[in-house]
């Protein structure tokens, strides 16, 4: 149960129509046009305090369904989405986030779905607050990997074990090396070099001879030396165990920064609670009405006709009502302000009624495929594997239908414009290659870190960039086939622009 401080009177952003309030089941009817109202949408500000109240007391559940309540009204609302994610995160508050130990017994991989789709949601720097939220989680993610590796390589015995192994397989591919060099010609030449030694003692010079064994003899000493010594300090585990708390003190490093840059932007995001979808009507002074303007009904079609002493447009032929409010005082302007504030619903339903006036009006056309996609400008449209398969189809229909109703001349913008969006699915299909290739290279890599400082110089480290290179090489045609859809994705896009740079929604 939601309860308000005060009862108003509120008009549909549909029809300006003044809506009915029924008591018993919390929602606004419009007598007008039918359209039917839930309480949130016009109480949100206290469905969202209850909300934040829930949340810091813990009741992560009731806080959900409320900040969903919001959603439902506000796709774009950043307070409730925000509440969303830390509901799943089990966070009262986003200070808590300061402490990482906080998003130790959550499951993250959920919580990363919600902070997609909030990112998705939003704009500007609020996309922002989300994609720095999403990077924090993964810093946090690779520091807990990381320790996990680092405890397992100090519990019990592991160093001084995994030092032994590494050092008996040193050993073996020292000699294995050592076994390669060509000794035939080694030999031959100490046996020539001792042979010329031993002929100069033949004339009672003695002094090569002995300078012929004590060379050989230092050479030999000083090998083994250098292998004893080199022996007792060999402890790749060791080094390995230094790289890993290297990489967790980076990763801690990189989760604080995150966070500082949340922060930065929390502070400078203003709520747009107030600018949710439904809102009361401005009323239009009468010298703005244009009695001549032609406006069809949305339902059936049909020409509608002014009643001025009630202020709004009539439909005779299926009795809906629509307030003058919808099409004078600027319409376009405010259509334009709910996109550019990422209120995509609110823009999308004042695009609507633009195109009642005119429906073959393109800003209006290209308004409804921007809010589908949940874009400001053509400008800013840009390649994502974030957008799901429900909503890329929810954006070919919109611009399909756009073409339908657009001009002879439009309809070319229209049928490129779904050449654009026809990018995002093998870009997407494309991209989880590519991840998942490389995951397959960063797991090799990640075993072979101890080893290459193991086998240093020996066979191993060259078997294993060769194996690395034939893993990498498996990725180049899907980056190639990535380079390309970039590219002709930015050509059409950059002609869409080019080809109406004057508009207010393409650039």
Same mark, same amino acid.
């Given at each position: 149960?939601?309860?308000?401080?005060?009862?108003?009177?509120?008009?549909?952003?549909?029809?300006?129509?003044?809506?009915?309030?029924?008591?018993?089941?919390?929602?606004?009817?419009?007598?007008?046009?039918?359209?039917?109202?839930?309480?949130?949408?016009?109480?949100?500000?206290?469905?969202?305090?209850?909300?934040?109240?829930?949340?810091?007391?813990?009741?992560?559940?009731?806080?959900?369904?409320?900040?969903?309540?919001?959603?439902?009204?506000?796709?774009?609302?950043?307070?409730?989405?925000?509440?969303?994610?830390?509901?799943?995160?089990?966070?009262?508050?986003?200070?808590?986030?300061?402490?990482?130990?906080?998003?130790?017994?959550?499951?993250?991989?959920?919580?990363?779905?919600?902070?997609?789709?909030?990112?998705?949601?939003?704009?500007?720097?609020?996309?922002?607050?989300?994609?720095?939220?999403?990077?924090?989680?993964?810093?946090?993610?690779?520091?807990?990997?990381?320790?996990?590796?680092?405890?397992?390589?100090?519990?019990?015995?592991?160093?001084?074990?995994?030092?032994?192994?590494?050092?008996?397989?040193?050993?073996?591919?020292?000699?294995?090396?050592?076994?390669?060099?060509?000794?035939?010609?080694?030999?031959?030449?100490?046996?020539?070099?001792?042979?010329?030694?031993?002929?100069?003692?033949?004339?009672?010079?003695?002094?090569?001879?002995?300078?012929?064994?004590?060379?050989?003899?230092?050479?030999?000493?000083?090998?083994?030396?250098?292998?004893?010594?080199?022996?007792?300090?060999?402890?790749?585990?060791?080094?390995?165990?230094?790289?890993?708390?290297?990489?967790?003190?980076?990763?801690?490093?990189?989760?604080?920064?995150?966070?500082?840059?949340?922060?930065?932007?929390?502070?400078?995001?203003?709520?747009?609670?107030?600018?949710?979808?439904?809102?009361?009507?401005?009323?239009?002074?009468?010298?703005?009405?244009?009695?001549?303007?032609?406006?069809?009904?949305?339902?059936?079609?049909?020409?509608?006709?002014?009643?001025?002493?009630?202020?709004?447009?009539?439909?005779?032929?299926?009795? #809906?009502?629509?307030?003058?409010?919808?099409?004078?005082?600027?319409?376009?302007?405010?259509?334009?302000?709910?996109?550019?504030?990422?209120?995509?619903?609110?823009?999308?339903?004042?695009?609507?009624?633009?195109?009642?006036?005119?429906?073959?009006?393109?800003?209006?056309?290209?308004?409804? #495929?921007?809010?589908?996609?949940?874009?400001?400008?053509?400008?800013?449209?840009?390649?994502? #594997?974030?957008?799901?398969?429900?909503?890329?189809?929810?954006?070919?229909?919109?611009?399909?239908?756009?073409?339908?109703?657009?001009?002879?001349?439009?309809?070319?913008?229209?049928?490129?414009?779904?050449?654009?969006?026809?990018?995002?699915?093998?870009?997407?299909?494309?991209?989880?290659?590519?991840?998942?290739?490389?995951?397959?290279?960063?797991?090799?890599?990640?075993?072979?870190?101890?080893?290459?400082?193991?086998?240093?110089?020996?066979?191993?480290?060259?078997?294993?960039?060769?194996?690395?290179?034939?893993?990498?090489?498996?990725?180049?045609?899907?980056?190639?086939?990535?380079?390309?859809?970039?590219?002709?994705?930015?050509?059409?896009?950059?002609?869409?622009?080019?080809?109406?740079?004057?508009?207010?929604?393409?650039?």
């Amino acid at each position: 149960m939601i309860y308000m401080a005060v009862l108003k009177s509120y008009t549909c952003s549909k029809c300006a129509g003044i809506l009915m309030f029924d008591s018993d089941q919390e929602f606004f009817d419009c007598p007008f046009c039918g359209n039917r109202y839930d309480i949130a949408d016009f109480h949100a500000d206290e469905v969202l305090a209850q909300a934040n109240s829930c949340l810091e007391q813990g009741s992560f559940s009731s806080a959900k369904e409320k900040f969903n309540m919001v959603l439902d009204n506000d796709p774009q609302n950043f307070d409730a989405l925000l509440g969303t994610v830390l509901c799943k995160l089990k966070l009262n508050s986003e200070d808590k986030l300061e402490n990482s130990e906080n998003l130790e017994t959550v499951d993250l991989n959920e919580a990363k779905k919600v902070l997609i789709k909030a990112k998705r949601q939003s704009v500007n720097a609020k996309a922002d607050y989300f994609a720095y939220f999403y990077s924090l989680i993964e810093h946090y993610e690779k520091t807990v990997k990381l320790e996990k590796e680092k405890q397992e390589l100090l519990s019990g015995n592991t160093m001084d074990e995994l030092n032994g192994k590494m050092l008996s397989d040193f050993k073996r591919y020292r000699n294995e090396d050592r076994d390669s060099l060509p000794w035939p010609l080694i030999i031959f030449g100490v046996l020539a070099l001792f042979a010329v030694a031993a002929s100069l003692t033949e004339t009672g010079n003695y002094f090569p001879l002995i300078i012929f064994f004590v060379v050989l003899g230092v050479i030999c000493y000083a090998v083994s030396k250098n292998d004893i010594e080199h022996d007792e300090n060999y402890k790749p585990a060791n080094d390995y165990e230094r790289k890993l708390t290297d990489k967790i003190s980076d990763n801690e490093r990189n989760y604080a920064r995150a966070y500082m840059k949340m922060k930065n932007l929390r502070a400078s995001i203003v709520s747009d609670n107030k600018e949710h979808s439904v809102s009361e009507s401005k009323p239009v002074a009468d010298p703005d009405i244009d009695e001549g303007k032609s406006i069809n009904c949305e339902k059936c079609g049909a020409g509608l006709i002014l009643d001025k002493n009630k202020r709004v447009y009539q439909c005779d032929h299926c009795g #809906v009502a629509y307030g003058v409010s919808l099409f004078f005082g600027l319409p376009m302007e405010k259509a334009l302000n709910s996109l550019n504030n990422g209120n995509f619903k609110d823009a999308e339903r004042r695009f609507s009624n633009l195109l009642m006036v005119d429906p073959s009006d393109f800003e209006a056309l290209l308004g409804k #495929v921007l809010c589908a996609g949940k874009w400001t400008k053509v400008s800013n449209i840009r390649l994502s #594997v974030d957008v799901e398969d429900d909503e890329l189809k929810f954006v070919r229909d919109s611009i399909k239908k756009a073409g339908w109703y657009a001009s002879e001349n439009d309809q070319p913008y229209f049928r490129k414009m779904e050449e654009l969006v026809s990018f995002f699915e093998p870009y997407k299909e494309n991209k989880d290659q590519i991840r998942t290739l490389d995951g397959d290279v960063k797991q090799m890599e990640a075993k072979a870190d101890v080893y290459a400082k193991a086998y240093e110089g020996a066979n191993y480290n060259d078997e294993y960039q060769k194996e690395r290179r034939e893993l990498v090489s498996k990725t180049y045609p899907a980056q190639v086939k990535l380079k390309k859809l970039e590219a002709d994705f930015a050509d059409i896009r950059r002609s869409l622009i080019d080809e109406r740079a004057g508009c207010r929604l393409v650039k």
